[in-house]
């Protein structure tokens, strides 16, 4: 299979210019130049930085240059320090995947998509040059199917109008429910040869997200180990998640969860990438800072195999803090065996 060469382990800058406050004092703080030297201590290749369009753009569109900067600085301490980047917009006006920030309309509405466009093609004409380094992603997690045929069109627009300015940047899509890997087959075949299939992986959300407070339903309370049985996951899904995964019944009942859990998972996206000859990329994957240190390393050990197994290329969420950091202080213990699987 195609692979997404030189953004083969990286991390994820999530908390920065995204799902944050949008502070001039979270910009210049959260992350820092020796960050960026530290992840290439820790022998990363690259690193996914999410940003808001309220990073780059008012109220009525125009533009910030000062949040520019910020972007500038990315791409400026990547060079330095050897690293690739990937841009990837996380919210734009009138869409964001978590319902909490009240954007809408996006899907509905063909001024939105034109600012969209527009801001892409600021994107493109700021960053195209750094093609050698730099990716990359229209957006952020796609939500309901329902928009799956407006998205590949608007996808596709977009493609065309950073083509003009940036013939040979690598450009990342993926598909609904938040990227799913079920989504993939449903993408417009890749636009050139320089388009990546983006999927995200969480799975087993049940595990992953134990005791998350947003996901609805779930008890804030609740934890449990990764070693258990496929029956065993079934069951407490069925009872933690509001939309429990029936992926889960399809394995025996007594077998206990492991690395073949994700191949299985990731078949169906590995037949449509080898058919269309497109590189998959997975953006974020990542265990809840519920979970134990030691549980985690393990969930990390079966996917990371996978991932080498298929030559697939990921970022984990996330480098520090939003409930899923690698560099807290609570994965001292196996932080050293954990990198050596990212």
């Not at 290439?40 to 109220?59: C, F, I, M, N, T």
């Not at 990227?179 to 388009?195: I, T």
Request: charged share 25%.
């Amino acid at each position: 299979m195609k692979q997404m060469n030189g953004f083969m382990h990286g991390i994820d800058l999530g908390g920065w210019l995204s799902q944050c406050d949008h502070s001039k004092h979270t910009y210049d703080t959260f992350i820092v130049e020796s960050d960026l030297a530290k992840i290439k201590e820790w022998g990363l290749d690259h690193v996914r930085v999410p940003v808001d369009y309220e990073l780059v753009e008012d109220s009525n569109g125009a533009y910030i240059e000062d949040g520019f900067s910020y972007i500038d600085k990315a791409v400026a301490w990547c060079r330095k320090y050897g690293l690739n980047m990937i841009l990837d917009l996380h919210k734009t006006y009138g869409f964001s995947f978590d319902l909490h920030y009240n954007e809408n309309g996006f899907f509905e509405n063909e001024q939105y998509q034109e600012r969209f466009y527009r801001l892409w093609e600021e994107f493109a004409k700021r960053y195209g040059s750094n093609s050698d380094i730099l990716c990359f992603e229209l957006l952020n997690e796609v939500t309901d199917k329902e928009y799956c045929d407006i998205w590949n069109e608007v996808s596709t627009r977009c493609i065309k109008r950073i083509r003009a300015i940036a013939p040979d940047i690598g450009i990342l899509i993926g598909g609904y429910y938040n990227n799913s890997v079920d989504a993939l087959k449903d993408l417009y075949p890749p636009y050139d040869e320089h388009v990546i299939y983006n999927f995200h992986c969480y799975e087993p959300l049940v595990f992953t997200h134990q005791g998350a407070p947003w996901i609805d339903g779930m008890d804030t309370s609740f934890r449990m180990h990764l070693d258990n049985t496929y029956g065993d996951y079934s069951e407490l899904s069925k009872k933690q998640l509001p939309h429990p995964s029936a992926f889960l019944d399809s394995f025996d009942a007594s077998e206990r969860m492991g690395t073949e859990f994700f191949e299985r998972w990731l078949g169906e996206a590995v037949r449509v990438a080898e058919e269309r000859n497109v590189a998959l990329y997975c953006g974020e994957y990542g265990v809840i800072d519920r979970a134990t240190p030691e549980d985690t390393l393990e969930w990390y050990r079966a996917i990371c195999t996978c991932f080498d197994k298929l030559g697939i290329g990921r970022a984990a969420w996330n480098y520090k803090k939003m409930d899923f950091g690698i560099s807290d202080e609570r994965m001292d213990g196996i932080r050293g065996e954990l990198l050596k699987l990212l």
